[in-house]
């Protein structure tokens, strides 16, 4: 049996969410770098992996009982994610856009380079993760559901994965770009109340996008290759 040690962060994050939790709080990406060992993610950041090691462990022993993700079948995992994750950008990414038009046209003068900038990053964010609920939500789940892991070659959804996956990496790309943009969703000692609320709530879709994409690149889209790599 593996070590956290030896594990990826990938792997430990899909097998506990409290893990999850301990990566989130010392900025580890755990959803799209999911193939990195524990430890190089852990040098990266310049943490000690010997003290995140430990605190996985702790998290672990103290694991709640949320719902194992892993065993659950793939029909529960895809309703939760359209259920949590789906549902949240439909009803939040409209309002933070809202809201952050109305920012910058009541602090533009002193702030509009960075709020300009953070529109035009997150507007584009916007319109690329709403493509790929679209085909998400009326192509490939779907489709998982009606096969339930009896591939063929001709009706495995590996290339529709691969774009999937390369969209959540730029995705999280622009979300390191609002975190850098924002100074770790810092707001200027000027801003108002609607400004610390901006920021806190991009805080929030970051969280929420890392444990969405979590379950997809981490879960669902390897259970996924593993049932199409099966002989026939």
Known sequence: MQTLEEMTVGEIAARSSASARVFETHGINFCCSGQIPVTEACLARGLNPAEIVHHLEQAEHSEDGPANWQTASTGSLIDHILEQH??????????LQARLEGVLRA?????????SLLFA??????EQLEARLLQQETVLFPLLRALDGDWGPASH???SIQILMEGHDATAAALAEVRRMTSNYTSPPDACVTFDALYRELHELEIDLHRHFHLENNILFPRVRKAGSRPL
Do not use: N
Not at 121 to 126: A, H, I, K
């Open 107 to 115: 602090h533009s003068a002193r702030h509009g380079d960075v709020l």
């Open 86 to 95: 789906h549902a949240y950008l439909k009803t939040h990414l409209p309002s």
């Open 121 to 126: 990053t997150f507007r584009g964010m916007r």
């Open 157 to 159: 959804p590996g290339g």
